[in-house]
């Protein structure tokens, strides 16, 4: 009786180069139906549009945008101040709480 050899430990073989065939067929198929249904040529005309936008602003100056970044800063550093004072408050009144509680 012979015993026949085992199978391999995948179900279906395939090799890299197949892998990456199958997903830039899947890649291309998805870009043509987006193609085909109009939606490349929207996506393209909102970032030509986008541009366009962009170009009429104002950017801030040097000095302005230095301003603006102390600014920031300063009131990042108050409200770590802020919630790290609340945070010390609220913890005082519940260690006094317990204490009130464990002596009652």
Do not use: Q
């Not at 073989?13 to 065939?21: A, M, Q």
């Not at 302005?64 to 004072?85: D, F, H």
């Amino acid at each position: 009786v012979r015993i026949p050899p085992p199978p391999p430990n995948c179900e279906i073989c395939v090799n890299d180069y197949t892998k990456f065939g199958i997903g830039a067929a899947v890649v291309l198929v998805v870009f043509g139906v987006l193609w085909k249904l109009g939606h490349v040529a929207r996506l393209a005309a909102y970032f030509h549009e986008t541009r366009e936008e962009l170009r009429k602003c104002t950017w801030p100056t040097v000095d302005e945008l230095k301003g603006s970044t102390v600014v920031v800063m300063i009131t990042i550093v108050g409200l770590g101040i802020y919630t790290m004072g609340i945070d010390f408050i609220i913890a005082l009144l519940v260690s006094l709480l317990n204490t009130i509680n464990k002596s009652a």
